[in-house]
């Protein structure tokens, strides 16, 4: 059973700093990749970043590129997302996913709230 569990949400002002963590267990697939998403209320879930499993490759949505950065460290099955210069606009639940490739299924974390305010 895959489980997704993301951590590092909270409270910060404008132009402050996060870093989101999301640790992976159960799966079994090794063509993957693993990405951030996040849903503000009344809003469509967004694209945040991607990783490939290697790690070698990266991509990143239009409005946190240059802001954030995602890693990972395959060895602890863990994937981050640091969060710099944070803005208003970033405010909302972040869920992690990984996406077997073979299979083209997703599977999600439970999210963490990601709030900014001053």
């Known amino acids: 059973q895959v489980q997704l569990v993301e951590s590092g949400g909270g409270l910060v002002p404008p132009g402050g700093s996060l870093r989101l963590s999301c640790v992976a267990s159960g799966y079994t697939f090794s063509d993957y990749e693993m990405g951030w998403f996040r849903q503000a209320p009344g809003k469509e879930r967004e694209f945040i970043a991607a990783?490939?499993?290697?790690?070698?490759?990266?991509e990143y949505g239009d409005s946190v590129e240059g802001r954030f950065t995602i890693s990972r460290e395959n060895g602890k099955n863990t994937m981050y997302l640091q969060m710099n210069d944070l803005k208003l606009e970033d405010t909302a639940i972040y869920y992690c996913?990984?996406?077997?490739?073979?299979?083209?299924?997703?599977?999600w974390g439970q999210g963490t709230q990601v709030t900014v305010s001053s």
């Open positions: 990783i490939s499993w290697s790690g070698g490759m990266t």
């Open positions: 996913s990984i996406n077997d490739l073979k299979s083209e299924t997703s599977y």
